[in-house]
């Protein structure tokens, strides 16, 4: 089995919408990592960065890290481009930003809360999307990601071009060289909602630049996320076939519950169920 580490994180949001929730939630299910997104119903993204300074302020102080800047980045319609619809969780419309170039905010807001990664999407999906589509916002990415020393982390999201493990493996293949500043966020449990389980293949072309990921259950036959352990999407599985091709010491395992009907029980449950099956597996959980 690999000897890399998973450093446990809870999306803040998921336990519930405030801060004072949140870090209620770290003290007592022992949980030092939150990897931020929304406060009080409102994004990061569409804070100042005075804002966003002073809940980092909070978070340090009760000894919380934040691996990551849970981004909307891209999680919107590309230039020119109609979206094929449904349903986005945490839309974020980029003309309600308070900085006229929503990408550097973006890098801001992860500066200030001393992240070291930044979440983004691959616009939200629409018919005829090619990889080459995205060298123009990655470039411009990838020059800001540089410039803060925070690497950019693209997720597998069902509504966006990206949202299968195959798509986002097929995306990273099409990359010259591999880069510590853009990484996979690899999502497995968006795939499995799909109904696009990861091949052996998609796994081994992602696991050696894998250094974050999320995980989610599904019911399948319901349609519905559930507490990690309580679906069907085979986590002791996918987690040992992902490690053993991963080559870092360590992956932020992030917690995205999706299950707002009761968000903190939810996730303390999901918490409970990750260490358990680290330790099925033989797995540290720092």
Known sequence: MSCTRLALAVIGDE?????????????????RRLDMRTVDGRNLMG????????IARQLKAAGITVPTFVSPVLK????GKASAGGKVDFAFDPATCPAGDPLAHAFGVAEALDASRIRVFSHLRYPGFGSDDLIAPMRRLFDLA??????????????????????LAAYFATLPTPSPY???LVDIGNSWSMGQPPTDEQIATLAPMVDLIHLKDRDLEARRTVPLGDGQVPWAMELKRLLEGVTE?????S????????????????????????????????
Do not use: K, Y
């Open 76 to 79: 919107w319609p590309a230039p």
């Open 146 to 167: 540089h410039g803060s020393d925070v690497a950019i982390e693209i997720e597998n999201e069902p509504v966006c071009n990206i949202g299968s493990i195959a798509e």
């Open 47 to 54: 804070m100042t960065l005075e804002e966003v300074a002073a």
């Open 15 to 31: 336990i519930g919408p405030s801060l004072p929730e949140m870090l209620s939630f770290c003290r007592e299910n022992d949980v």
């Open 255 to 286: 917690l995205e519950t999706h299950c707002p009907q009761d968000g903190r029980n939810a996730t303390a449950r999901s918490v409970a169920a990750l260490r358990r099956i680290a330790d099925e597996i033989g797995v540290e959980i720092v």
């Open 249 to 253: 010491p360590e992956v932020v395992a």
């Open 182 to 184: 853009l990484r996979p």
